[in-house]
């Protein structure tokens, strides 16, 4: 059995660990060590790794955590670097120190559109050569690097477990729009709430989960615009699936985003979606079919298109059928790892 060292370089949990822990747990092919920072922000994502039988290793910042990533890499077959966004791990020097232990290196990187300084893409360039193989989860990241000068660069969509056969839409009138992520100013929150503000029908519910810095903030503007009655807090929610299939259609009104889950998600619960036009989401939402893309920070729109949705059914119905069968056509967490195990291989044999 071929040994596996995953490295995650994270200083929070958010998708991206998400992503590496769902990808450990399913190689069933592969003695896999996890390598997660020592820091206790990331101390509960590490018991919940242990608590699902994983092996999980802390290692520390500076020098000696350096030291103790090249002796499990030493000991593995190959290494897989995750990294969040694109100029994390010291801009790329992770994975080439990684590659010192003479163990190929493999690395995930999911938001590639992101501010870059002149002396963060020289780094990342040198130690461009240390890396096999870079993945990313959409076309729009891989065109990014590539635009970069990378060039060992492959695709591979996230994918997320199959909950099941969905369940069917909530009776009555009330369109429930269901929000699921981080509440920061990137997710971009705050254009949903003022939409729903700018519609005033007392048929539109949102509902928003997920914990973060403006847990107080967000609340607070619901008070302001006087939508109270239509807007909740859901907290952090163990089954987001169970979440999904309480609510009509999924939201996503981000500023940045890679690929996000909660979409992917809303989609095994067949669920259809609202996302902002960022560079990707059209890989996920096809529209008028799966869903709708919407304009960055423009709640006039996304007023719009939630009134329609509120006369329109039918349309919600069908979004979230079409939805499911493009779930189980593309974005299945087992195709995910299977073509992830084929990229491993091949690196393996070159």
């Not at 007392?202 to 810095?213: F, Q």
């Not at 847990?215 to 615009?225: C, G, M, Q, S």
């Not at 996920?284 to 329109?312: F, K, Q």
Request: hydrophobic share 40%; with cysteine.
């Amino acid at each position: 059995m071929n040994r596996l060292l995953l490295v995650s370089e994270a200083r929070a949990v958010g998708g991206a660990e998400v992503y590496l822990e769902r990808l450990a747990a399913g190689l069933d092919d592969w003695r896999t060590v996890l390598a997660v920072p020592a820091s206790g922000a990331m101390a509960a994502w590490r018991k919940r790794l242990e608590t699902a039988g994983l092996q999980c290793v802390a290692y520390d910042s500076g020098a000696s955590g350096m030291r103790q990533l090249r002796d499990l890499a030493r000991n593995a077959d190959l290494v897989h670097v995750n990294l969040p966004s694109t100029y994390d791990g010291g801009s790329g020097t992770l994975p080439w120190r990684l590659s010192r232990s003479g163990r190929p290196v493999v690395v995930t990187e999911h938001l590639t559109l992101l501010p870059r300084s002149r002396r963060r893409r020289l780094w990342k360039r040198l130690t461009d050569r240390a890396v096999a193989v870079r993945i990313c989860v959409s076309r729009a990241s891989a065109d990014g690097l590539r635009a970069e000068g990378f060039t060992r660069v492959q695709v591979i969509p996230s994918g997320v477990p199959d909950p099941g056969a969905p369940l069917p839409l909530p009776d009555g009138e009330t369109l429930r729009v269901g929000v699921a992520g981080s509440l920061e100013t990137r997710k971009g929150i705050d254009t949903l709430i003022e939409a729903v503000a700018r519609v005033g029908d007392s048929r539109l519910r949102l509902e928003i989960a997920g914990d973060g810095p403006l847990r107080e903030t967000l609340p607070a503007l619901v008070r302001a615009r006087g939508v109270e009655e239509q807007v909740s807090f859901a907290g952090q929610v163990d089954d987001i699936y169970g979440f999904f299939a309480a609510q009509d259609v999924a939201a996503l009104s981000s500023r940045l985003e890679a690929m996000p889950l909660c979409v992917l998600e809303a989609m095994a619960a067949g669920r259809g979606s609202l996302v902002t036009a960022l560079p990707g989401m059209n890989e996920i939402v096809t529209v008028n079919s799966t869903g709708r893309l919407l304009p960055v920070d423009d709640p006039g729109a996304w007023a719009d298109c939630l009134a329609e949705l509120i006369r329109d059914r039918t349309l919600v119905r069908s979004w979230g059928a079409e939805a499911r069968r493009d779930y189980e056509a593309r974005f299945t967490l087992a195709h995910s790892v299977r073509e992830t195990e084929k990229l491993y291989r091949e690196v393996i044999g070159e």
